[in-house]
């Protein structure tokens, strides 16, 4: 059965939940927030097919030559609701149009982020920008299946491991799937999320979020929560507090410090993310309202762009060279010192000053390694 000795080695995929033919295996959510699957012994026959399952147990080896380009949506408003350049949108839209369903991360009703489907052209809007959260994938990997199985084309999307749980799960190629992942950074816990977003509302109901916000423009990006009074939380993302502890590494899960899917030889068709550093590959691309950077890992991503081409301004760029800026493709997450600490004093302090401490305490410890290697080398 399924044994997680390591927390490093389970993305929280869901992938043996959804494949455990006696439903014997639930999900239970951690002290950090994360989920771990729980097997009942007492009703399991030991098939295997939960280890079978298992994307970090049985990574799929990808030769292919991926192709890269910078890319943004011809239509400003679209552009511009969305977290970078807006192709996911085109391609969503596509899928949807050809009578398909279209799977992603969303948030719910209480502003917690799950995955699930849509099949309207008017519910894409729930898909577009970045949530920095894990999302629960609940039993979406069965229900892509059984659309897969009825005919559907289907679109997922989703982090690499989470393609890589789908992708094992359904232990075949469907030639009506199309995957896409994201260059993921790791994903923060919900248990903080679920701190701040509390703080911040202090109790007025939410009835928005945006980790992107555009109103300074792509690069300067802000951090929007709107609520149902007509207020609205407003900071630049380089001074929020929730930001500032997500890409200084202090609460991602354990997996994202030694993440095993970064690589860019993917099991996804295509590739999405930030085109960080486009001014430096593509000046007649950047513009400041968000570019997109693509990466083509299958003959089937290449079709798919191609089929929005005409939506989309396009040039392609050299790999190598835009991966310098976007190194969150190959290299994971930095294993912050600090992120003890964080969780240690989650209920004991208020999530600003939590993060202020923990930040402020691993620069510290930062320069007390560099002094001491210093002093070694005199």
Request: hydrophobic share 35%.
């Amino acid at each position: 059965m399924i044994d997680i000795v390591d927390k490093k080695d389970c993305t929280g995929c869901w992938g043996c939940v959804n494949t455990c033919p006696k439903l014997c295996i639930t999900m239970k959510t951690d002290e950090e927030g994360f989920d771990y699957p729980i097997v009942d012994e007492s009703i399991c026959i030991k098939c295997k097919k939960c280890v079978k399952v298992c994307p970090v147990l049985h990574k799929e080896e990808i030769k292919n030559s991926p192709v890269a380009y910078a890319c943004f949506n011809k239509d400003e408003e679209v552009r511009k609701e969305s977290s970078s350049g807006g192709v996911f949108t085109l391609i969503a839209t596509n899928v949807i149009r050809d009578n398909g369903v279209v799977f992603g991360a969303r948030f719910n009703d209480l502003f917690e982020v799950e995955h699930n489907y849509i099949e309207t052209l008017d519910d894409i809007n729930l898909f577009r920008g970045s949530k920095y959260v894990q999302s629960k994938i609940g039993y979406t990997f069965t229900e892509v299946k059984k659309f897969l199985e009825d005919g559907k084309n289907v679109l997922f999307s989703g982090t690499p491991c989470q393609v890589g749980g789908l992708k094992s799960f359904l232990g075949k190629s469907y030639e009506n799937l199309i995957c896409i992942d994201i260059i993921c950074h790791g994903v923060p816990s919900p248990l903080a999320w679920k701190k701040y977003k509390n703080e911040i509302s202090s109790g007025k109901k939410i009835i928005d979020v945006s980790f992107r916000d555009k109103t300074y423009g792509w690069k300067d990006y802000s951090f929007r929560m709107d609520f149902e009074d007509g207020n609205s939380y407003f900071e630049k993302g380089s001074e929020n507090k929730y930001i500032r502890g997500f890409v200084g590494d202090i609460y991602l899960r354990n997996s994202c410090y030694q993440c095993k899917f970064k690589s860019l030889h993917r099991q996804s068709d295509l590739t999405l993310a930030d085109f960080w550093g486009i001014e430096n590959i593509n000046k007649q691309m950047d513009d400041g309202k968000g570019t997109s950077f693509v990466i083509v890992n299958s003959d089937k991503g290449n079709q798919i762009l191609q089929n929005i081409r005409k939506g989309i301004e396009i040039n392609k760029v050299d790999l190598n060279e835009s991966i310098k800026y976007n190194m969150s493709a190959i290299k994971s997450s930095y294993n912050n010192p600090r992120r003890k600490y964080f969780f240690k004093n989650i209920y004991k302090l208020k999530f600003k000053k939590l993060v202020d401490k923990s930040l402020q305490e691993d620069l510290i410890v930062r320069l007390k390694i560099k002094i001491k290697k210093i002093i070694k080398f005199i």
